[in-house]
Structure formats: C-alpha cells, structure tokens
C-alpha cells in the first residue's frame, strides 16, 4: 500500500510539474496572441511555442512559424 501511495504522490508531482511547463510559455505568449508579436521578445516565445508544437509538423514549416511570429509594427507607424 504505501509504494503504491509513493507513486501515486510522485505521479502527482510530475503531472503538476509539467502542466506548470507547458502552462509557462503559453502565459508568457498571451500579450502577443491577440495582435502578433509586438517586441522581439514576444516573437522569440512565439517562435519557441510553435517550434515546440509543430516543429516535426510538414503542413507548418519554419518559414511558416517565422511569418506568422514576426514582429508586428504598432499602429502609429503604418508609414503614411
């Protein structure tokens, strides 16, 4: 009984550890989900998020990461 509580805690444990890693870039992305990137900051996590999620994919390529995590110009410097 007690092993088998042991490993339930351990489970626990690492179940909570890697909500907390997965929960961490997407919380660090959130200003930039609603317009794009907005520092190079932002395009640097937004990059290493889809890097990280679709990476290995054929349909989402790194040029297309790229594109969609460049860094947006504000709305005052639309250049007119």
Do not use: W
């Amino acid at each position: 009984m007690f092993s088998t509580t042991s490993r339930l805690k351990k489970f626990a444990a690492r179940a909570m550890c890697s909500a907390v890693l997965l929960a961490a870039p997407l919380l660090a992305a959130q200003p930039a989900a609603a317009d794009g990137p907005r520092t190079p900051q932002e395009a640097a996590v937004c990059k290493g998020l889809m890097t990280n999620l679709f990476g290995g994919s054929e349909r989402l390529g790194q040029q297309n990461i790229d594109a969609l995590c460049a860094v947006q110009q504000s709305a005052g410097s639309s250049g007119s």
